[in-house]
């Protein structure tokens, strides 16, 4: 099979458009013919490496994908050849303390798709049966892998591990990126009012067209938390959706007293300097989370197939032109998520 594969950490030119040997099904995995990938932030992060990454080379990228079934190994009950089918890339035992408890993306041996294992930049891939879901008739494999991460991840930050309802205000820190993005989404069908904090009046824009209803610009607020204080009549908002990190202080003083502060990655730096007077002063709480557990995955699918969630999609690019698709994601103009075709 076709796959991009890369020996070595580096930038956009250490991946390669090559041959790699089709994995098979084997016991309790299926085989499935990938007709489409979405890009992620962590496909740049992994490519690039961080202290204590070891990866079995070559690696293929990718945690988002979808396609048909093109085998099933022995004992996979659930599925037959040509069913089509999207991936959870939640990479879980099974049998530990947390997966019996339903919580198997906390997962003692967890492993993310494309991170630790090889992905979905490929024509082929091999999965757990318990990694697929269905995609129905009317919608296409591109908008199902689009979908995948960043609505579980959206998902389980704002409605399983936050609790959001009706009628709270949320503030997004950050106009763009997929799961930002998926948070305005959520946070509205959940009933929330959203405040969005972004870097330009274009992001901004996006940002209202997905429904966002107050919009502050960073370029020209910089003391954003101000901002929010007075909007709010001095209140604060009940919860902030910080995935930038390094704008933790003033996500703190955006905050109202008992506000929820939900964190799932650092698009900006993961370490700054934290004043503790505001948690224990304004009895804040800072709930951190990743990725999703397998019943928030269907949930969030299925709002996608019923149309209450929209996956935004910008470019598509042939398989073997991934560098290509991830010096496009690293420049970060994109609006919602770029896909690879794979024929
Ligand atoms: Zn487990």
């Not at 820190?173 to 763009?176: C, E, Q, R, T, Y």
């Given at each position: 099979m076709k796959a991009i594969l890369f020996y070595t950490h580096g930038g956009p030119e250490v991946l390669q458009y090559a041959d790699f040997p089709m994995p098979e099904p084997g016991h309790g995995r299926v085989l499935v013919r990938l007709k489409a990938a979405a890009l992620n932030r962590m496909d740049l992060l992994t490519r690039l490496g961080w202290p204590g990454l070891r990866l079995e080379y070559p690696h293929i990228p990718g945690a988002d994908g979808a396609g048909e079934v093109a085998a099933v190994g022995e004992g996979v009950s659930q599925w037959k050849v040509g069913d089509r089918v999207v991936i959870n890339s939640n990479l879980s035992c099974g049998r530990c303390e947390y997966c019996v408890a339903g919580m198997d993306n906390r997962c003692r041996t967890w492993q993310l798709l494309g991170e630790t294992q090889r992905g979905t930049y490929a024509q082929y891939i091999s999965l757990p049966e318990q990694n697929l879901f269905p995609i129905p008739e009317h919608i296409s494999e591109r908008s199902a892998a689009a979908a995948a991460l960043v609505f579980q991840t959206a998902w389980h930050s704002l409605i399983t591990r936050g609790g959001l309802r009706p009628g709270e205000t949320v503030l997004i820190?950050?106009?763009?990126g997929g799961v930002n993005t998926a948070c305005i989404q959520v946070s509205k069908l959940a009933g929330g009012i959203v405040y969005v904090v972004g870097s330009s009046a274009e992001k901004l824009e996006y940002a209202e067209s997905l429904g966002a209803d107050f919009l502050i610009d960073r370029s020209k607020e910089q003391n954003w938390s101000r901002t929010i204080f007075e909007l709010t009549g001095k209140r604060g908002v009940d919860v902030i959706v910080d995935n930038v990190g390094i704008t933790f202080p003033q996500s703190f003083r955006a905050a109202r007293k008992g506000g929820r502060i939900l964190t799932v990655g650092n698009t900006g730096g993961a370490k700054f300097e934290i004043d503790n007077r505001y948690i224990f002063s304004k009895h804040l709480t800072i709930i951190g989370s990743s990725m999703a557990n397998r019943k928030d995955f269907s949930t969030v699918m299925e709002l996608i197939y019923t149309g209450k969630l929209t996956p935004v999609l910008d470019a598509d690019f042939p398989l073997e032109k991934a560098a290509l698709a991830q010096e496009y994601l690293a420049q970060g103009k994109q609006k919602g998520k770029i896909t690879l075709s794979i024929a």
């Open positions: 820190v950050g106009a763009s």
